[in-house]
């Protein structure tokens, strides 16, 4: 293992460390004023930076590390700042916080503590926490915490005589405990006690280190103990076997209740202790009384009438029906009827599967202002912190069919693409939890352009757009249910950290959701052109009436006309071509209600697209994805075959 | 740049900034270390109209 950089042997080091943007590099500006050395950390392309200090007569050197959110490290810099702690001789550890944020902030001071690291606390940007009108008594947090702790304002310049003072001052005997409920207290104890060799770290730390699998620390163990350390490892794997449902959660809990318990009464909020209305709206949200609602009125306002109405509907009307059909499309025609005297190119150009007359239809005037206005409503939603807090909601429902509120990630991701969804399943813990969300992607969650036009062409169709909605939530959750009792497998469980709920900011939104279209763009654009052509050629040779032949009689037996099955063709090369497929078809009054909520839940649940399919195929391997390809298809056409039966013997939507 | 979904700073590390070549398509796309979410790389000329949120340490 490397050893980190030092400019001066002998030197008393003083290392900040803290989470990104607390104000660490104006402290240590501050301490070191202009003289200091930024450095690569020895194998690693991430800075430290070196610099000098002198308190009371005495020089040190004080070390400015990259960000960490946890002593368990997951990206290079956090790696870096641990090895710093791990190797190097250090007299005091200061961890920076935001006094905006203790609650977050105070599991990696515990953390930093556990570890017998010589420890002083900085609470930064006190300015900003009394103008949000919070008062931190420090004193209080001092003694619940046994390690000294000064309030500051560094970018102010406020509290940096104070720190200077205390670090001084600093004595690094005190070294607090903090206690885990009996259960977890009795596994650290007892890969703590079979540790013997020498660790700059605690040996608790260590234990607690070892348990979540830390795999640097478990060479550092590896090569200390020796021999001994096989048995140390039985223990190990023994207590990571007996907790492998909750370990991680169990840790974060038991954190997260000792810092409530430091943190009780140490911040008052001046308005009398009433929390604000972001505080009362987080809590709303997650909450599933007043949380379900509210994600109606979300689903309402941002997919409906935004999308489905605004998007798909007023916008999409002009440029389609006003832009292309009426004017470009005719000039289109008009000048190939001029210019080419070739048939097979004017039927390319401007036919019926024309590249002018049908992909840059598709694209420009169909798609990019349905998933133009999806990723508005999905950028505001982004920015204000929504998204976090739906997965604390539905992380109960989730757990009922396999997932937990971890897989809120790829399935709200799915809305957007489902091809870039299906890759993030792999952020998901267990192999069975992957196979589960990637089953419900590829059949039950419509990507945008899909979304908007099926919401667009439903919502003129009363009661429609209930059947949909109502019968694609049967299908989620009855096949969810069915894998989750099929498959084996752990069920981990779910925890995180609920970043503040916060206004959206205009041009965050503006640029995320610039950036979103443009990459939307250039994918689709150049795959409806290819689209266009194949569908071109199909017809010039014949090939496409042969498959339209072979998918004429599931489209009869579906209660469809015939002309759909080019919709379901389109389908297959993406899902957004084949939904502007059924709005032409609609558009040209070829579906009676029944047969387009038909249409509509069979091409929602029909089969990915061709990309799509190939990164279910790259992550789950062929095997899985093909299983997925035929049971998906399967479950797609006897869904349509059976609703279409239910609304004909009914007469719903007759 | 800071992750859209669990609030972290994805720290800039050379290459980060790049696609990961994991999407069909060309997407542009950081993945956040943390929880994974897949957050917009921004083009250049876009990060400017940024530039008035950004928070400085």
């Not at chain 1, 940096?160 to 690094?172: Q, S, T, W």
């Not at chain 1, 982004?382 to 109960?396: H, I, K, Q, T």
């Not at chain 1, 970043?499 to 654009?525: A, C, H, S």
């Not at chain 1, 399919?613 to 992550?619: N, S, T, V």
Request: aromatic share 10%; glycine share 8%.
């Amino acid at each position: 293992m490397s050893k980190p950089v030092s400019l001066s042997a002998g030197v008393p080091k003083i290392v900040l460390v803290g989470n990104p943007n607390v104000g660490k590099s104006v402290l240590f500006n501050a301490l070191t004023g202009a003289y200091t050395t930024v450095s690569n950390y020895p194998g690693t392309s991430v800075e430290v930076a070196h610099g000098f200090c002198d308190l009371a007569g005495l020089r040190y050197e004080v070390l400015d590390t990259p960000g960490m959110y946890s002593l368990l490290p997951i990206t290079e810099e956090e790696r870096v700042a641990r090895q710093i702690l791990l190797h190097g001789e250090v007299h005091v550890v200061v961890h920076v916080i935001d006094a905006r944020n203790l609650e977050r902030m105070l599991p990696m001071t515990l953390q930093l503590a556990e570890a017998g690291l010589p420890l002083l606390v900085v609470v930064n940007i006190m300015d900003e926490a009394e103008r949000c009108g919070m008062t931190i008594d420090l004193p209080l947090l001092q003694s619940r915490l046994g390690v000294p702790v000064v309030g500051a304002a560094t970018a102010r310049k406020r509290g940096l005589a104070e720190i200077r003072a205390a670090l001084a001052a600093f004595d690094p005997s005190r070294r607090p405990v903090f206690a885990y409920a009996s259960d977890l207290e009795h596994d650290i104890l007892r890969v703590a006690a079979q540790l013997e060799g020498n660790y700059r770290l605690d040996r608790r730390a260590l234990a607690l280190l070892l348990l979540q699998r830390d795999e640097e620390i478990q060479g550092l163990v590896a090569a200390t103990e020796g021999a001994h350390h096989a048995k140390l490892q039985q223990t190990v794997n023994q207590v990571i076997f007996e907790r492998r449902v909750d370990l991680h959660l169990r840790i974060s809990l038991e954190r997260k209740r000792i810092c409530q318990g430091l943190l009780a009464e140490v911040v008052t909020q001046r308005t009398g202790g009433r929390p604000s209305f972001a505080e009362r709206l987080s809590s709303w949200s997650m909450n599933p009384w007043t949380g379900v609602p509210l994600l109606l009125l979300v689903l309402y306002f941002g997919l409906y009438k935004f999308v489905g109405e605004f998007g798909a509907g007023t916008v999409v009307g002009f440029l389609e029906g006003t832009l292309f059909l009426e004017h470009l499309n005719p000039w289109f025609i008009a000048v190939a009827d001029r210019f080419i005297t070739w048939s097979w190119l004017h039927e390319l150009l401007v036919g019926e599967y024309g590249i002018l007359t049908l992909a840059v239809r598709y694209a420009v005037a169909l798609v990019l202002p349905i998933v133009g206005t999806f990723f508005i409503a999905f950028s505001i939603l982004e920015d204000s912190g929504y998204f976090p807090r739906l997965a604390m909601l539905v992380d109960r429902l989730f757990k009922a069919i396999g997932l937990n509120g971890r897989a809120v990630i790829p399935m709200v991701l799915g809305f957007g693409c489902d091809t870039m969804a299906t890759m993030v399943t792999r952020t998901l813990e267990t192999v069975r939890e992957r196979v589960i969300a990637t089953i419900l992607l590829a059949l039950a969650i419509p990507c945008s352009a899909q979304l908007g036009v099926i919401l667009a062409l439903l919502s003129a169709t009363p009661g429609a757009l209930l059947v949909w909605t109502s019968f694609l939530l049967l299908i989620f959750l009855v096949i969810g249910l069915l894998a989750a009792r099929l498959m084996p497998g752990e069920r981990p469980m779910f925890y995180m950290e609920i970043p503040p709920l916060r206004l959206p900011q205009p041009g965050n939104v503006l640029v995320k959701t610039l950036t979103r279209m443009q990459w939307y763009f250039f994918e689709i654009f150049p795959l409806f052109i290819v689209a266009s052509i194949l569908l071109w050629a199909g017809k010039l040779t014949g090939g496409l009436n042969i498959l339209v032949g072979w998918v004429q009689p599931v489209m009869l037996s579906l209660g469809l006309p015939v002309e759909a099955a080019a919709a379901f063709i389109f389908g297959f090369f993406r899902r957004d071509f084949g939904a502007a497929g059924l709005y032409d078809l609609q558009t040209s009054g070829l579906l009676s209600p029944v047969q387009l909520t038909v249409a509509a839940v069979t091409l929602t649940l029909f089969v990915p697209c061709v990309a799509q399919f190939m990164m279910m195929k790259k992550e789950r391997g062929w095997m899985v994805s093909l299983l997925i390809f035929v049971f998906v298809t399967a479950i797609a056409f006897a869904s349509g075959w059976g609703l279409n039966r239910l609304l004909l013997a009914t007469g719903w939507l007759a | 740049m800071t992750c859209s979904f669990c609030g972290r700073e994805i720290p800039d590390q050379p290459g980060r900034a790049e696609p990961c070549g994991s999407c069909l398509g060309g997407c542009r796309k950081v993945h956040c270390p943390w929880c994974g979410y897949a957050n917009p790389l921004l083009p250049d000329y876009l990060k400017r109209l940024q530039q008035p949120h950004k928070k400085k340490e």
